[in-house]
Each structure stands twice: as C-alpha cells, then as structure tokens.
C-alpha cells in the first residue's frame, strides 16, 4: 500500500507536506494573480487537481530573473519543486516549497534566494530539459482512439505550435 496518498494535506493549494515523498516536476497550465495579498501569484499545473503552486516571494523572484516578469511566457514550461525543510516562517523553521529545475533557461543559473531580512543565500536552478514529442502520428492515433487524452499528452511532452495544432485538430 502506497502511504504517500494518505498523508495529502487538505488544502486549496500545494504545500510543502504534498511533497515530502519527493520532488514533483510540473507543467504550468495556467498563471492567475491578485486574489491574495500574501499569496498573489496562483501556479496551476497538469494534474494539481486544482491545487496551484503558490510561490513565496523568493521564489517569484527566482522566475522573473528566470523568465522575465510577463507571467504569459510560462504557460507549457516546466519546473522541478521540492520541498526544502530548513525554510523559516517567524522564525521557526517549518519547511517550504523551492524550485531545483526549469525548462526554457540555457544554462544552469544560480540565483539569490532571502534567508532572513539581512541573509541572502545563493542557489543553482539546473536546466529541465525539454521533452520532444517524436512520433505526432502515434499521438494522433492514441487520441483518435481514446487512449489517451490531449491532457496527458500536454503534461508529459514540449510541444512545438504546428504538433499542438495538428493534435486539437484530432482531437
């Protein structure tokens, strides 16, 4: 019996206890802001059951130097979270979610992160990389066929915009 579905925390977003069985690599699927002063940046991923990654401001601040500050270049990237349990809130350390990879960055890039008000820490983000979908008539068919839905196909490979096209076309 799996024990990691058991542990699940009940919430309305991913927290740094659903990762404690391990690192999760996620697809965005949709980017939503401004519902939270505390949390304003919603991260909506292929499967979260409709749980988003709410990065910390550290964290949004690893994005932007990653991928410039328009949230719409997100969309279909990809990033590898974990949870770091020596991350602090008041003081205490209570774990927190942090990103290790992301697709769609040239190089591995080491970026500041804020430990405490006067403390910045470096980190390295290493690069995820992209995942071709090689065989678009097999694709194609496993749709026609219902053996797998555009969804799963989405979450799992890059896409390029004429292998997107050509499988909403089959779809």
């Not at 991913?14 to 002063?37: F, H, P, Q, W």
């Not at 350390?93 to 942090?98: A, K, L, P």
């Not at 694709?139 to 799992?156: F, P, R």
Request: proline share 4%; net charge positive; charged share 30%.
């Amino acid at each position: 019996m799996d024990l990691s579905k058991t542990i699940i925390p009940k919430s309305d977003q991913l927290n740094a206890d659903d990762l404690i069985s391990g690192s999760k690599t996620i697809k965005i699927r949709n980017i939503t802001g401004g519902e939270d002063d505390a949390q304003p940046v919603s991260i909506y991923f292929y499967g979260d059951n409709n749980k988003p990654f709410k990065p910390c401001k550290s964290m949004r601040r690893v994005l932007v130097q990653l991928w410039g500050s328009e949230s719409s270049v997100f969309h279909g990237r990809r990033l590898t979270i974990y949870r770091d349990d020596t991350v602090k809130w008041a003081g205490v350390e209570t774990g927190g979610i942090r990103i290790s990879h992301a697709s769609h960055i040239p190089e591995s890039t080491r970026v500041l992160v804020t430990a405490s008000k006067n403390k910045r820490v470096p980190m390295t983000i290493d690069i995820l990389p992209l995942v071709e979908l090689k065989d678009l008539v097999a694709a194609k068919k496993a749709l026609k066929e219902n053996k797998v839905t555009i969804d799963a196909i989405l979450e799992k490979y890059d896409l390029t915009e004429e292998q997107f096209k050509a499988l909403q076309d089959e779809n």
